[in-house]
């Protein structure tokens, strides 16, 4: 009788084992048989779009001889922890298992979070092994925009004078002050071997209440909000830090989160051109380096509901091609709840790219993300020349700022 009930026991873990393993999604097996077909696709990978003097890049050498795995990568960023193995809560260090998840789905950079920094030596240590895990090295990123939002100066352990919020370093008037902020900002982040800031934030605060942008803000003034933020995107560049202007098209003017529910900016683009625009146009002006978009919907200037990062006219018509913006464009984290429970990780992602995106923001879906972009390119509704246009864009930001040596 016993033997019987043992008997039992592990044949009911064995199909539990089984059923598990079959109902989990084996990205890696799906991903090797989406590579071996792209070998089979005759791919335009015609960078006619670089321009002549650029031709003796290193980024375009680069281009030239990247894999599609390679190339898709470099369209997404994730948070480190997404690397981990799903018994392991190590945030705080690089382990092989990390590497060896990198080496099958690699990204374009790291957005460090809260459970990724404990102390100095800990955070150089991380960063050093993030920067380097591939052979193209990593964006490393952090919100790090003052008062309550100062993710390493807000950390106990770390002996940083605490910048405060904008809005109240921006009362005094002077751009001046902002600059000398954001530059001590910058200084230390470049220590801690981090290269790019998402921040300034760019929104223009006119919501009577309920705003979630609040003291992140400089003000309701456009105008001097212009000034500080162009002064905030010239502090950070004082260290080497690529600047990332946020929450395009601006957040400032509407109550709530966009991350969670769908919120629309109910403006018409002449209006906003005149107010929530007119402090991004300086960030441009002042050479920003990325430009962070929002899930915000603006209804009466795309004539849809599809969140702006979704948004082929606002990313590509208006950002793009209106306002002239030739650097990177970065969706805001397709983790939101506004975003993951309408869409699926790769539908969006692939959306977002073709709608003009350079660069998407994840969290653990990325490997969905991953093959959904390399099943689009292998079935053309995503061209290759689309890819290229982006991968080509965070290479030659990388090698400005000394990433592809």
């Not at 048989?33 to 003097?53: A, G, H, P, Q, R």
């Not at 997404?76 to 193995?85: G, H, K, M, N």
């Amino acid at each position: 009788m016993k033997v019987r009930k043992i008997g039992a026991l592990i044949l009911i873990f064995v199909l539990l084992f089984v059923c598990l393993c079959g109902c989990a999604p084996d990205y890696d097996r799906a991903t090797e048989k989406l590579l071996k077909k792209s070998k089979t696709v005759n791919f335009d990978n015609n960078l006619d779009f670089v321009e002549d003097e650029d031709r003796t890049s290193v980024a375009y050498q680069i281009i030239r001889s990247m894999g599609i795995k390679e190339k898709i990568g470099q369209l997404l960023v994730i948070e480190p922890d997404v690397l981990l193995s799903n018994d392991s809560n190590n945030t705080y260090s690089v382990t092989q298992y990390m590497r060896n998840e990198y080496e099958k789905y690699p990204v374009a950079g790291f957005i460090l979070m809260h459970d990724n920094i404990k102390n100095p030596s800990q955070l150089n240590y991380l960063t050093k092994e993030l920067l380097t895990i591939g052979s193209i090295k990593s964006f490393i990123g952090v919100e790090e925009e003052g008062g309550d939002h100062l993710r390493i100066a807000g950390t106990n352990e770390f002996s940083l004078d605490k910048t405060p919020a904008m809005k109240d370093i921006a009362q005094n008037g002077e751009p001046g002050e902002v600059k000398q902020a954001m530059s001590e900002i910058g200084k230390y982040l470049f220590t801690y071997n981090i290269n790019f800031d998402l921040a300034p934030v760019a929104d223009v605060l006119t919501a009577k209440s309920g705003s979630i942008i609040g003291s992140r803000s400089f003000g309701s003034d456009p105008a001097k909000t212009a000034q500080f933020v162009k002064a905030a995107v010239e502090g950070l560049h004082e260290h080497q830090i690529m600047s990332a202007a946020k929450h395009f098209p601006g957040h400032g003017s509407v109550s709530g989160d966009s991350n969670i529910q769908s919120i629309d900016v109910n403006k018409t683009w002449e209006e906003m051109l005149e107010s929530d625009i007119v402090p991004f146009k300086a960030a441009i002006e002042a050479g920003t380096d990325m430009i962070v978009v929002s899930h915000l919907t603006v209804q009466k200037v795309t004539g849809d509901d599809l969140p702006s990062s979704l948004s082929y006219e606002i990313m590509t018509k208006k950002l793009r091609q209106e306002l002239g913006f030739d650097g990177i464009i970065m969706t805001e984290s397709f983790s939101a709840d506004v975003i993951a429970n309408t869409y699926t990780p790769g539908a969006a992602a692939v959306t977002a790219i073709k709608a003009g995106a350079d660069i998407v923001a994840l969290s653990d879906s990325y490997k969905e993300a991953f093959n959904s972009i390399l099943k689009a390119l292998n079935e053309g509704t995503l061209s290759m020349k689309r890819v290229n246009e982006s991968v080509w864009r965070v290479l030659k930001t990388k090698e400005k700022y000394g990433l592809l040596q």
